[in-house]
């Protein structure tokens, strides 16, 4: 990696002629007739997706060039497929739709909201109230600046198009008469919905008015519609984060019970036998990694990581020359990575455990919250709302389902390696006690977070303090150790080019 080499237009053609002359010759000549002709397509992130398909682009036209993109449209087209087939027949299904972390579930769930569905009615769930701040905030942004409509009836109909999921059950609890103007509704992390209980109780700021679990509410308001109805359940793997998720199981339960449902999926959706009413679709399953665009190995790497497999995690780097993690021991040499690393409209920004309590002490401690997600992800600096401000954190809440170019995770106390193996411990009062019955709530955690990055994830481990407690040094050392025998490599500052002669700009 190098810095930037500042030229001005005289200077261009020796400076492109330098660097070529540094380069070893590639073993096949660059065609330049064939590669000014050959499409330009990136790889989109899910703001820009999401606001590609609004516009009516299909997902073809967005796709990667990378030959992964078949995953994601061979079950683009298997959802198509399903739905096609429930209209014809006029019946009620579930399409699941599994997948690993960034494998493009949720650009499938909006290809499908934004399709043809979008005019028999058609709608985004989700309970990730940050993710829907973002994509309302973007969607609407954009259909002003095109010219499509007014401010005022941009953000009526991205308000129709994304919508918070509990805000819409309670909505159809509290009219039992009202039948839904979607037909076609995507539950987006669906393993995530809410158990019987945790939807009797609703939060802390909201009473709650719905008597069953989330999944039983979705099926009996979606079949009040005479005719066909379709539930697309994006569901991601190793992304429970919350005691109250009800997970797969509840999905098969609440399906199997009234027995006017059917489902299509690719997996099973619960131990035993696959009952009558589930139907195989080995399309229907995202199993390569869209979003790291510098390895596809990154997934199998963060899996090995979580799993405490550092021989596994080091083989995975090692045969694909390196993985993009970085570790880093000092936090203003993270912040000046952050600032460095990104090239062009590319953005970075700070990520961290809501359980790593004792950030604080590293300065890591504010978090963005509520309407300003949508400034943390779609504003740039200067502005000081901005991630790449680097001034504030998302925790695993904020950013679940959303993601950056460039990733600093910093690491807390909440997720310690010993030599048995990962601890997960939870902050209470001023001391730090073990998590046992929810361990793997924060393992996925660290799973998400490790996850966000589209390019490189640089990783904080802090040195902690000896003088106190919470702050154990031989902790993070040996947390840095693992990390490192992983494969995560040591970030270096860019080493500048030595030019052939001054003179250049």
Same mark, same amino acid.
């Given at each position: 990696?190098?810095?930037?080499?500042?030229?001005?237009?005289?200077?261009?053609?020796?400076?492109?002629?330098?660097?070529?002359?540094?380069?070893?010759?590639?073993?096949? @000549?660059?065609?330049?007739?064939?590669?000014?002709?050959?499409?330009?397509?990136?790889?989109?992130?899910?703001?820009?997706?999401?606001?590609?398909?609004?516009?009516?682009?299909?997902?073809?036209?967005?796709?990667?060039?990378?030959?992964?993109?078949?995953?994601?449209?061979?079950?683009?087209?298997?959802?198509?497929?399903?739905?096609?087939?429930?209209?014809?027949?006029?019946?009620?299904?579930?399409?699941?739709?599994?997948?690993?972390?960034?494998?493009?579930?949720?650009?499938?769930?909006?290809?499908?909201?934004?399709?043809?569905?979008?005019?028999?009615?058609?709608?985004?769930?989700?309970?990730?109230? @940050?993710?829907?701040?973002?994509?309302?905030?973007?969607?609407?942004?954009?259909?002003?600046?095109?010219?499509?409509?007014?401010?005022?009836?941009?953000?009526?109909?991205?308000?129709?198009?994304?919508?918070?999921?509990?805000?819409?059950?309670?909505?159809?609890?509290?009219?039992?008469?009202?039948?839904?103007?979607?037909?076609?509704?995507?539950?987006?992390?669906?393993?995530?919905?809410?158990?019987?209980?945790?939807?009797?109780?609703?939060?802390?700021? $909201?009473?709650?008015?719905?008597?069953?679990?989330? @999944?039983?509410?979705?099926?009996?308001?979606?079949?009040?519609?005479?005719?066909?109805?379709?539930?697309?359940?994006?569901?991601?793997?190793?992304?429970?984060?919350?005691?109250?998720?009800?997970?797969?199981?509840? #999905?098969?339960?609440?399906?199997?019970?009234?027995?006017? #449902? $059917?489902?299509?999926?690719?997996?099973?959706?619960?131990?035993?036998?696959?009952?009558?009413?589930?139907?195989?679709?080995?399309?229907?399953?995202?199993?390569?990694?869209?979003?790291?665009?510098?390895?596809?190995?990154?997934?199998?790497?963060?899996?090995?990581?979580?799993?405490?497999?550092?021989? $596994?995690?080091?083989?995975?780097?090692?045969?694909?020359?390196?993985?993009?993690?970085?570790?880093?021991?000092?936090?203003?040499?993270?912040?000046?990575?952050?600032?460095?690393?990104?090239?062009?409209?590319?953005?970075?920004?700070?990520?961290?455990?809501?359980?790593?309590?004792?950030?604080?002490?590293?300065?890591?401690? @504010?978090?963005?919250?509520?309407?300003?997600?949508?400034?943390?992800?779609?504003?740039?600096?200067?502005?000081?709302?901005?991630?790449?401000?680097?001034?504030?954190?998302?925790?695993?809440?904020?950013?679940?389902?959303?993601?950056?170019?460039?990733?600093?995770?910093?690491?807390?106390?909440?997720?310690?390696?010993?030599?048995?193996?990962?601890?997960?411990?939870?902050?209470?009062?001023?001391?730090?006690?073990?998590?046992?019955?929810?361990?793997?709530?924060?393992?996925?955690?660290?799973?998400?977070?490790?996850?966000?990055?589209?390019?490189?994830?640089?990783?904080?481990?802090?040195?902690?303090?000896?003088?106190?407690?919470?702050?154990?040094?031989?902790?993070?050392?040996?947390?840095?150790?693992?990390?490192?025998?992983?494969?995560?490599?040591?970030?270096?500052?860019?080493?500048?080019?030595?030019?052939?002669?001054?003179?250049?700009?």
């Amino acid at each position: 990696m190098v810095s930037p080499i500042a030229c001005d237009g005289a200077g261009l053609a020796r400076l492109i002629g330098w660097i070529g002359s540094q380069v070893p010759p590639p073993r096949t @000549p660059l065609d330049g007739a064939a590669w000014l002709a050959a499409p330009y397509r990136p790889v989109p992130g899910i703001v820009e997706a999401a606001t590609m398909l609004y516009a009516r682009n299909g997902v073809a036209e967005i796709a990667a060039a990378r030959a992964d993109a078949a995953n994601l449209t061979r079950t683009t087209a298997a959802i198509a497929r399903t739905i096609e087939r429930a209209k014809a027949a006029g019946s009620r299904v579930v399409v699941v739709v599994t997948g690993i972390p960034g494998a493009g579930k949720t650009l499938c769930g909006l290809n499908a909201v934004f399709g043809p569905a979008r005019q028999e009615g058609a709608a985004f769930l989700t309970g990730n109230a @940050p993710l829907v701040t973002v994509l309302r905030a973007a969607l609407a942004e954009d259909a002003v600046a095109r010219g499509e409509c007014s401010r005022v009836e941009a953000n009526r109909r991205v308000a129709q198009a994304i919508q918070n999921v509990h805000r819409f059950l309670e909505h159809y609890v509290l009219a039992p008469q009202e039948v839904p103007h979607e037909r076609l509704i995507v539950f987006n992390e669906a393993q995530r919905a809410w158990d019987e209980a945790k939807a009797r109780a609703g939060t802390q700021n $909201r009473r709650s008015h719905l008597a069953m679990s989330e @999944p039983a509410h979705t099926l009996e308001i979606m079949g009040r519609h005479d005719g066909w109805a379709v539930i697309v359940a994006l569901v991601g793997q190793g992304r429970e984060i919350n005691t109250v998720e009800a997970g797969l199981a509840e #999905w098969h339960r609440v399906i199997e019970a009234p027995g006017s #449902w $059917r489902a299509a999926a690719a997996e099973t959706l619960a131990e035993g036998p696959d009952p009558p009413w589930l139907s195989r679709d080995p399309h229907l399953h995202l199993a390569v990694s869209m979003r790291s665009v510098r390895d596809v190995a990154a997934a199998d790497w963060i899996e090995a990581v979580i799993a405490g497999d550092a021989d $596994r995690a080091r083989a995975i780097a090692e045969e694909t020359g390196g993985v993009p993690f970085h570790l880093m021991r000092n936090p203003e040499a993270l912040r000046t990575a952050l600032r460095r690393l990104p090239r062009g409209r590319r953005r970075a920004g700070i990520v961290r455990s809501s359980g790593a309590k004792r950030l604080r002490a590293e300065g890591f401690g @504010p978090e963005v919250q509520g309407e300003d997600i949508a400034h943390w992800l779609l504003r740039r600096w200067p502005d000081v709302r901005a991630s790449d401000a680097l001034e504030v954190c998302a925790i695993e809440y904020a950013c679940q389902g959303l993601e950056l170019d460039i990733v600093g995770l910093a690491w807390g106390g909440d997720f310690i390696r010993h030599r048995a193996g990962w601890e997960a411990r939870r902050f209470v009062g001023t001391a730090w006690q073990r998590e046992r019955a929810e361990a793997h709530f924060v393992a996925n955690t660290y799973r998400v977070l490790l996850t966000r990055a589209c390019y490189e994830t640089v990783i904080y481990v802090p040195r902690g303090a000896l003088d106190e407690p919470t702050r154990d040094p031989a902790e993070f050392e040996a947390l840095a150790a693992f990390l490192s025998r992983c494969g995560a490599t040591a970030w270096a500052e860019p080493v500048r080019s030595s030019l052939p002669e001054a003179g250049l700009l």
